[in-house]
């Protein structure tokens, strides 16, 4: 996917379908990571010193006595029966719905591994993006 530029916007169906058994698994994942490090690590030291000045960022006379101790950032997607919610740090909340069915129906069963992701259509930048190995977990 990532070797190639525009291969979500291939595999996206262009035509509405009529689902008929549609089962994916209620599954809740979460993840929080702690940037600092890998930051620092790539050299970008200057913000998490008491000499990085962040005074062009911060509406502040004490701003030059700040500085960055972590950076970090959580994310959460939940699918059930009433549908998808994810969020990140920013506290963005995204919903999806299905369009109209349309055609001859067609079985949608997710019983094994997949890939999913929460995608902007005008734009699209792709929000969320993960993987489900094992549903013996979840419940279909």
Same mark, same amino acid.
């Given at each position: 996917m990532s070797s190639e530029p525009d291969f979500i916007n291939r595999h996206i169906p262009t035509k509405k379908v009529l689902v008929g058994n549609f089962r994916i698994p209620k599954f809740k994942i979460s993840m $929080?990571?702690?940037?600092?490090?890998?930051?620092?690590?790539?050299? *970008?030291?200057?913000?998490?010193?008491i000499t990085g000045d962040l005074s062009e960022m911060v509406d502040s006379l004490e701003a030059r006595q700040y500085y960055v101790s972590q950076i970090v950032h959580k994310c959460f997607i939940e699918v059930n029966e009433v549908g998808t919610e994810a969020a990140a740090a920013s506290a963005a909340i995204l919903r999806a719905g299905c369009a109209p069915p349309i055609g001859k129906p067609i079985d949608f069963v997710a019983d094994h591994p997949f890939l999913f992701l929460i995608r902007d259509? $005008?734009?699209?930048?792709?929000?969320?993006?993960?993987? *489900? *190995?094992?549903?013996?977990?979840?419940?279909l």
């Open positions: $929080r990571i702690e940037f600092s490090k890998i930051f620092k690590n790539l050299g *970008l030291v200057l913000p998490f010193t259509d $005008r734009s699209g930048v792709v929000l969320f993006i993960g993987y *489900l *190995l094992d549903n013996l977990q979840s419940s």
